[in-house]
């Protein structure tokens, strides 16, 4: 599945949830293909967004993407410095974490071998 795939289904899929919670979609019109949303944050932006792997489709692992989380003075998600930016695994608690690992490994677990 390419990437702009996978960011459709992300976006079906997410879309209702930000929504609810005062969200709207992101744009940078530097990366037509950005799939994030942005919500104001005090003086600031809360953004979040996803990129996909640059390597695109693995036919035996599939696609991948990672999620960012920013607060930011810029409303276009991922034009703050690193320091102000988090992926998802670091904003969980360890027990957390553990679950995530454990859900990943059961799936990788069902894969094929090449």
């Known amino acids: 599945m390419k990437n702009r795939q996978v960011f459709k289904i992300i976006r079906n899929r997410l879309d209702p949830w930000f929504s609810d919670r005062g969200f709207v979609p992101a744009h940078d019109p530097y990366h037509r293909g950005l799939t994030g949303w942005s919500r104001p944050h005090g003086s600031r932006h809360l953004n979040v967004w996803c990129h996909g792997d640059k390597w695109q489709f693995d036919p035996f692992t599939g696609s991948q993407f990672t999620m960012e989380f920013e607060v930011s003075p810029q409303l276009i998600p991922g034009h703050s410095s690193f320091e102000h930016r988090d992926r998802f695994p670091r904003l969980l608690t360890e027990d957390e974490r553990r679950s995530m690992l ?13």
């Open 102 to 114: 454990d859900r990943h490994n059961a799936v990788v677990g069902k894969l094929r071998r090449p």
